[in-house]
């Protein structure tokens, strides 16, 4: 089993740019969140998903779109990159409530 | 609304010194809770959960529903339990709600 894996690990966006930070896990888990970490700050949820098709909004959902087309695979969509979105980026995936999440090794997002 | 507070940013204790990181959480209905941690430039890693109390590296956690507290406690420091520790609370509808984290330095 992989886990959780994240791509790309490291990128640098211009402001207005948009992408996807892509997600996938090989573990069967229903449930699927996307966080956020900053200094100080803690992970904030920005969106997470309980199943396949079913998504819904977390702490700081503002800029940021996600689906949830298939088990496996919950992307993370950046509109239109601001410098406030520079973070580091988790994913994380639980079979279960009470279970706990496994997380991914992260993407380092820097907005210039 | 869930809210998990971590009250100290920072713990620097001395290699074999007891160890104790608090959390706080408020939640209205009966939360899950859990604490986290993460090493240097690693990704987190789930280190207890109160439904198993569990002991995991020497750490135990004890859930206190009238203080509302769930608190990180190790008898003896090692330096190897230098890292960033977060408690988490998972509420209906499985939103994990995180502290601000407190990171442990623990020196020889």
């Known amino acids: 089993n992989a886990g959780v894996t994240q791509t790309p690990k490291f990128q640098v966006l211009k402001t207005g740019q948009s992408m996807t930070l892509q997600c996938a896990q090989d573990?069967?888990?229903?449930?699927m969140s996307w966080y956020r970490q900053d200094p100080g700050m803690g992970l904030r949820l920005i969106h997470y998903s309980v199943g396949a098709g079913i998504t819904d909004q977390g702490e700081v959902p503002n800029g940021y779109n996600v689906s949830r087309s298939t088990t496996e695979d919950f992307p993370l969509r950046l509109l239109s990159a601001a410098p406030s979105q520079t973070s580091v980026y988790f994913c994380?995936?639980?079979?279960?409530?009470?279970?706990?999440?496994?997380f991914g090794s992260g993407t380092r997002l820097t907005v210039v | 609304a869930q809210r998990v507070t971590q009250p100290e940013k920072l713990l620097s204790v001395f290699k074999g010194a007891p160890v104790e990181l608090k959390c706080n959480y408020s939640y209205s209905g009966s939360p899950e809770l859990f604490w986290y941690v993460q090493y240097s430039r690693q990704r987190l890693q789930l280190l207890l959960r109160?439904?198993s109390r569990e002991s995991i590296k020497g750490f135990t956690a004890d859930l206190n529903k009238g203080e509302t507290s769930f608190h990180l406690k190790k008898p003896f420091a090692q330096e190897e339990d230098s890292a960033m520790y977060y408690c988490?609370?998972?509420?209906?509808?499985?939103?994990?709600?995180f502290g601000g984290g407190t990171r442990v330095l623990v020196k020889p």
């Open positions: 573990m069967n888990h229903e449930y």
């Open positions: 994380a995936s639980s079979p279960r409530t009470g279970a706990g999440y496994t």
């Open positions: 988490a609370l998972e509420a209906a509808g499985n939103k994990l709600t």
């Open positions: 109160h439904i």
